[in-house]
């Protein structure tokens, strides 16, 4: 029966640092009028005298419902470790190294629009005959469907600025009109609300196995010095992956079935103070992730707190391994982890 087997949904929130996802907002910045206009709205909104306690205001969903359901990794003030392999600690190659399994520091040292050499998760299940035709991507940086390689993999990838294309429902061609008359902040990437609904339509629609939606405001507006605008949308972000959880929990398809894997492509740094802005090899702490995961099958182990090491470049392996896709640990060397 079809629906014995395991959905993946992969979610990438750019650039979020760990230190947010699991002590909320910083005391350093939430008050610093250089990286924040409303100091009095913005600590109303998201401080609170302990970590526990400030995590749970920015990132409800993750710390009510994940953590009683899931693994949260990464607090390093905890003992768990993530770490890039790749050496570039900036998004093309972080995504490289999440999506294929292996850095590629020879040639991804960029983040030009160039297709991807190397083979995606997202490609291999697609080759699989219960794959086939069952993979979608969404990213809100327009630069997915080169990282991804549509071209070549044959995934579709809806990113950047792009309208939904395949026979679209009511609520698409609503999307398509209102992506043209929302101004984005910036060229390149567009308001997450958009890539979060074109998914949604998308997976009410077609049900794809294995789903893959990237996230992007919360690196932009870090990028622009902007803490208020980054820690609501790290706030809003979580609400979306609600939604989305929510979604697969009322779908026949989908519930009880579906895993969900949510990591970032690189960290950003915290000394000194701006360079949380900034990320890059040049900066201090900018290799330093984090993987949450829960659903079909996952321990219920909360946050964790025991001395680990975990890589990015295990998480791809992991999914393949999830997916029931036989692979070569030459092509994808990480070792898959066992949650």
């Known amino acids: 029966q079809e629906n014995d087997e395991t959905k993946v949904i992969l979610i990438t929130l750019d650039g979020l640092r760990w230190q947010e996802l699991f002590t909320g907002a910083d005391s350093l910045l939430i008050a610093n009028k250089e990286y924040v206009h409303d100091t009095t709205q913005l600590k109303k909104t998201f401080w609170r005298a302990h970590a526990k306690e400030r995590r749970e205001a ?3 969903f993750f710390w009510t419902k994940v953590a009683s359901m899931g693994q949260l990794h990464g607090n390093r003030l905890l003992g768990s470790k993530m770490n890039l392999t790749n050496t570039m600690w900036f998004s093309y190659p972080g995504y490289n190294e999440i999506l294929t399994g292996k850095a590629d520091d020879a040639r991804i040292t960029s983040n030009d629009k160039f297709n991807n050499p190397n083979t995606t998760v ?8 219960v794959g086939k035709g069952k993979v979608a991507a969404f990213g809100s940086w327009d630069v997915f469907p080169f990282i991804v390689n549509e071209e070549r993999s044959g995934v579709p990838v809806n990113a950047g600025f792009e309208s939904a294309t395949e026979n679209p429902n009511d609520r698409e061609r609503f999307l398509n009109k209102l992506q043209e008359q929302i101004p984005s902040p910036w060229g390149s990437v567009r308001l997450d609300a958009f890539t979060h609904h074109f998914a949604l339509e998308h997976m009410k629609k077609e049900h794809p196995k294995l789903v893959y939606i990237a996230y992007g405001e919360t690196d932009d507006f870090a990028h622009e010095g902007d803490y208020q605008a980054y820690l609501k949308s790290a706030h809003n972000t979580d609400g ?6 929510e979604f697969t929990q009322q779908d026949d398809f989908y519930r009880d079935q579906t895993i969900f894997l949510i990591t970032t492509d690189h960290g950003r740094g915290t000394q000194p103070l701006d360079t949380w802005r900034s990320h890059g090899s040049n900066i201090k702490g900018a290799d330093q992730v984090w993987l949450v995961v829960f659903g079909k099958g996952i321990a ?21 391994e999830l997916l029931n896709v036989p692979f070569n640990a030459e092509e994808v060397p990480g070792k898959p982890l066992k949650f």
């Not at 979306?240 to 959880?245: D, R, V």
């Not at 219920?300 to 393949?320: C, D, F, H």
Request: hydrophobic share 35%; proline share 8%.
């Open 240 to 245: 979306l992956i609600k939604e989305i959880w």
């Open 58 to 60: 920015l990132m409800p």
């Open 122 to 129: 997202l490609e291999r299940y697609h080759q699989t005959e």
């Open 300 to 320: 219920p182990l909360g946050e964790v707190k025991r001395e680990e090491q975990w890589y990015s470049n295990q998480i791809a392996p992991s999914m393949l």
